[in-house]
């Protein structure tokens, strides 16, 4: 899945999680960061404002 | 080589004195020697333990001091078990020297119940990069068709289980980890209900996300090594704090009476499953109405919405737990666990949270659609085994998983074979049930079982 940004922008935001990388394998996380982009797309689909979190997960037992 | 034998059987001849655990641990040895230059299944074989345990459990049964259906029967660990004094990896060379001072919770209890360690089995690295052939251990092969992918991360507990090395494993189920190897190596596997199996001694991968649990060759062994794995842990802070029941109380009972809901639509349209998986699900149905269940449509979110909950928060928890190494040691982690793991540093605060409030909605709709179905039927896998050259290196995220709803929930559920495909190798079906109805969910596995002859197959290579 093709990421929506360029890999030099993929390059400034990966520098931000302070991993050493080489071009090689910046271009290799690159592949995969359009499958997160759908993720993170899919999770923010809006909600009710009143949706709790589960916070502390427990199996709902009712 | 020597024959089959479940883990029932075989303690059925043990308590008999029909099998000696000496003789029959012998015999896995001697298959593992054949075998597993081939499957790698195993990252460290341990012979002399095995055979100590074994003479034990011995002399347990000949004194009539047998401590039940597990003693003397041959099993191994999942590499990211932690086993007191032998070396727990993780599949990774980050880990290779790593040697734990204690025993997991469950592997003590499984060693309490008499079991005999053969050795700790192949991982996909920390339990999520894989197949990988990067890593200082190659990956396990499917004992169908040693050309083929096991599915993973439980890889070698699936492959040696398939192939008769051991009697019955351990796994871990973050997103289906159990199940998939389950369903691709034609075996049983069951991911129980999250917090009824301690995780303390284990590796973590998300933890939220992950169950510990059993594979064996049959849902009655499964329920048999469940029986010993599972139980409140203090040093488990998720741990369920509640009586656990027999497990094998109900397998007897048929499925008479079940109401069975079928998710169609993860199968059919959220990642369509092939024809044999799909015919697998349908005669299953036909079985189950056959035996006087009751059989319903059940429609659930997309696949998708489960998937996208799922891996954000998995990717996520499983970077806070590897972030300093994947400062320090990148180049040290396989390719395929450390990109999708970095990935997983650029989940913003906000993208977690609305995981996790999405993950509340998911339970509250899985809750509901199960108030009047004991079971869910749908598919574990969307086939066969892949060519383990084949697989894509973001297949994980590409399609929708069909294990990952029960993560997301907690729920328990089960792989089992139900048939062959085109290729000649495993399908399977994924049953779920209720939180802790772990009887229910192995009563209907079972009954599914002993209605087909699919049990009766193994690969023609450990024949």
Redesign the interface.
């Known amino acids: 899945m093709k990421p929506s940004i360029s890999p030099e922008t993929f390059k400034t935001l990966m520098a931000q999680t302070g991993i050493p990388l080489s071009d090689a394998q910046l271009a290799g996380i690159y592949e995969g960061y359009g499958y997160l982009e759908s993720l993170v797309a899919r999770v923010n689909a809006p909600l009710p404002r009143e949706a709790e979190p589960a916070l502390t997960f427990s199996t709902e037992t009712k | 080589m020597a024959p089959f034998l479940t883990i029932a059987e075989a303690a059925r001849q043990i308590a008999t004195k029909k099998l000696s655990p000496v003789e029959l641990t012998e015999a896995c040895l001697a298959r593992i020697e054949a075998l597993d230059p081939t499957l790698h299944s195993f990252i460290r074989v341990t012979p002399d333990r095995a055979l100590a345990d074994a003479r034990a459990a011995e002399q347990r049964v000949m004194s009539g001091a047998a401590k039940g259906p597990l003693d003397g029967i041959p099993i191994a660990h999942k590499d990211i078990y932690g086993t007191a004094g032998i070396p727990t990896t993780a599949h990774s060379k980050h880990l290779e020297t790593f040697i734990p001072k204690r025993d997991a919770t469950s592997v003590r209890k499984l060693a309490e119940a008499g079991t005999v360690m053969l050795g700790k089995l192949s991982t996909h690295e920390f339990a999520f990069g894989g197949p990988s052939f990067d890593l200082p251990w190659p990956p396990a092969r499917n004992p169908w068709n040693p050309d083929h992918f096991t599915a993973g991360s439980s890889s070698g507990t699936g492959a040696a289980v398939a192939a008769g090395l051991i009697l019955g494993g351990t796994g871990s189920d973050t997103g289906g980890s159990i199940r998939g190897p389950a369903a691709l190596c034609g075996i049983a596997g069951i991911k129980p ?3 009824l199996i301690s995780r303390a001694g284990i590796l973590p991968l998300a933890f ?1 996300l992950d169950h510990a649990g059993p594979l064996a060759w049959t849902a009655e062994d499964c329920a048999l090594l469940l029986q010993a794995m599972a139980g409140h842990d203090a040093d488990d802070p ?1 741990s ?1 704090d509640r009586k656990v029941p027999d497990f094998t109380a109900d397998l007897g009972a048929g499925a008479k009476g079940l109401r069975i809901g079928v998710v169609r639509h993860f199968f059919e349209q959220d990642n369509p499953a092939s024809e044999a998986t799909r015919k697998g699900i349908d005669t299953a149905l036909d079985l189950f109405r056959g035996m006087g269940a009751t059989v319903k449509e059940v429609t659930l979110s997309p696949m ?2 489960y ?3 799922g ?2 928060i998995m ?1 996520t928890e499983a970077y806070a737990v590897h972030e300093p190494w ?2 320090s040691g ?2 040290d982690y396989g ?1 395929l666990f ?3 793991v ?2 997983g ?4 605060g ?2 977690y ?9 998911l ?2 709709e ?2 509901a659609a199960m108030a009047d179905v004991d079971i869910l039927v749908s598919a574990a896998q969307a086939g066969e085994a892949p060519p383990i050259a084949e697989v894509p ?2 297949a994980t ?2 399609k929708p998983s069909f294990t990952i709803p029960f993560n997301v ?3 328990p559920a089960i792989s089992v074979c139900s048939g062959f495909g085109e290729g000649g190798l495993p399908v399977a079906i994924q049953l779920a049930a209720r ?2 109805e772990e009887v229910t969910l192995l009563r209907a596995a079972h009954a599914y079982e002993r209605a087909t002859d699919w049990r009766n197959r193994r690969p023609a290579m450990a024949a």
């Open positions: 209900t999250y917090g939220t998720a369920a998708a919405e998937h996208a909950c891996f954000l990717i994947l400062k990148f180049g390719e450390r990109d999708r970095a990935l540093g650029l989940v913003r906000v993208d949270v609305q995981a996790i409030r999405r993950r509340r909605l339970c509250d899985m809750r290196k973001w995220l590409a929930t907690g729920y939180p802790f």
